[in-house]
């Protein structure tokens, strides 16, 4: 008779065989050989990024450290920067270096994005009042209309160089500058602290004197200050920071002397000042609409009593 253990593990073998009978053998390797193909060609390919990022990244890195500073300082002073400033402004701005240039009413300053490696230039017409950061290795340079030239390295000065004048100034703060004009081919020694050099438009003379700073450079701080100032030339900085357009009738009235500060008077008030001191009234315009829809300047007239 046979035991109950041995018919259920015939059972077992019978079960064991239908299933084996079921299994289907050749897409099961199928299945098998794709996947070792799979896993094959995934140890390839990263392999393959691994020596490719062994190769590229000192590349890389070569041109974000060496061949692309190089690459952005060749494009850069191409990249140009303009800074105006309107009548009665007085506008701040910071260089590429870090010199700060205060500009007066009037003015443009002209400047690379970046300087080069060479020298720092920049291009002003107006009057600019400038603190250059030191730099033994490269020259600070201030190009003017007509071929005025202020060299430095670092210092504090001014440079008045205003269209249609006929003189241009430079006035040393601190440290010292030299001065270059082409029309005469004419250089000076390093100016010194409150040293003034004027230069003549007509025949590039330059002459050197001695210059009050603080009268020369008040007007980066809002103030306006005349000391034994003609008034034809308080008239001419009246009208840049006011914007209007200021008429002396009388050859007589370019004789007189001011002394004053002024610092948030208006135009009347300071008019009104000038007229107690001396024997002067004035007359100041409307404003007329011109046929583009803007306006005319004020314009003010200076007579004689």
Do not use: C
């Amino acid at each position: 008779m046979i035991e109950k253990e041995n018919i259920d593990y015939l059972n077992s073998l019978l079960e064991s065989y239908e299933k084996q009978k079921s299994i289907d053998t050749e897409t099961g390797w199928e299945q098998l050989r794709k996947r070792i193909s799979v896993d094959r060609n995934r140890r390839k390919l990263f392999s393959l990024i691994r020596n490719s990022a062994a190769i590229l990244l000192p590349l890389f890195l070569a041109f974000q450290y060496l061949l692309y500073p190089i690459l952005n300082e060749s494009r850069a002073p191409h990249e140009i920067i303009t800074v105006t400033s309107a009548p009665g402004m007085v506008i701040k701005t910071v260089l590429p270096d870090g010199s700060e240039v205060w500009l007066n009413a009037l003015s443009m300053l002209t400047y690379p994005q970046r300087f080069t490696e060479k020298n720092r230039t920049v291009q002003l017409s107006g009057e600019a009042y400038f603190k250059v950061v030191s730099d033994k290795k490269h020259r600070f340079l201030v190009k003017t209309p007509h071929e005025m030239v202020v060299s430095a390295y670092g210092t504090e000065f001014n440079v008045n160089a205003y269209d249609r004048e006929a003189n241009y100034e430079v006035t040393l703060a601190s440290g010292n500058v030299e001065v270059f004009s082409s029309i005469g081919s004419e250089a000076i020694e390093p100016l010194g602290v409150n040293e003034k050099a004027v230069v003549d438009l007509s025949t590039g003379d330059i002459n050197v004197v001695m210059a009050d700073t603080y009268v020369e450079t008040a007007w980066k701080d809002g103030k306006m200050v005349f000391r034994r100032e003609k008034l034809d030339k308080i008239a001419t900085k009246l009208s840049r920071k006011f914007g209007v357009d200021i008429r002396l009738e009388g050859d007589k009235l370019r004789e007189y002397e001011y002394t004053a500060t002024f610092t948030n008077e208006t135009l009347e008030d300071i008019l009104d000042l000038l007229k107690r001191s001396a024997p002067i009234t004035y007359s100041i315009s409307n404003q007329r609409q011109l046929n583009n829809d803007t306006y005319s300047r004020k314009e003010v007239t200076i007579k004689s009593k």
